[in-house]
């Protein structure tokens, strides 16, 4: 028997350890140790990306580190949640309309892919924007809410259920029906 197959033998098992060792921090549903920001609802409702379904939910920071997660959003009014980047021009043009339309009183959130919190400091400094932008530094939010192109907006109504989803560029008008259809005025 040679060396290299001694070697080999003996690292066996302490490979195989490592690698059951690593596989077992990876899954589960822990939502303390999930990096990519989604985790369970507190009633571990199932969740999907399409209208009717409960939207999955996630817990992201904020520039500055504030941490909020979707389902404390939820439970009085309706919810716009809007996924947007600073190198998308849609996105930036419909920034008006976001914070028209949270300055009125309805609760909007945005998600801002794969962009540092300065560049998105920078954002909210130049548009005024006062409604939270969390980093999805990783993507997995957008992912989950089968966000392919931006900007993509998702009106939640108050229990936190996905009422519509425009891919796209929003208008005024839209985005107004959009949440008095999930209940909101």
């Avoid at 962009?115 to 006062?130: M, N, W, Y």
Wanted: glycine content about 10%.
């Amino acid at each position: 028997m040679s060396s290299h197959t001694l070697i080999s033998a003996r690292a066996r098992p302490l490979l195989l350890g490592g690698l059951l060792l690593g596989l077992a921090g990876c899954g589960g549903d822990d939502a303390t140790t999930d990096s990519s920001g989604l985790v369970s609802w507190p009633d571990k409702r199932s969740t999907g990306a399409e209208p009717g379904n409960a939207a999955p939910n996630f817990a992201l920071q904020t520039a500055d580190s504030t941490r909020l997660e979707l389902a404390a959003l939820t439970g009085s009014q309706p919810l716009v949640v809007n996924f947007l980047a600073t190198w998308c021009a849609n996105c930036m043009e419909e920034m008006d309309i976001l914070v028209d339309l949270h300055e009125s009183g309805v609760q909007v959130l945005g998600v801002n892919l794969r962009e540092k919190a300065d560049t998105v400091t920078s954002l909210i400094e130049r548009t005024a924007a006062r409604f939270p932008i969390l980093l999805d530094s990783t993507g997995k939010v957008t992912r989950a809410y089968k966000v392919v192109n931006l900007p993509a907006t998702v009106v939640l109504d108050a229990e936190g259920r996905i009422s519509s989803v425009t891919r796209g560029p929003i208008t005024a008008a839209g985005i107004r029906e959009a949440v008095a259809a999930a209940g909101g005025e």
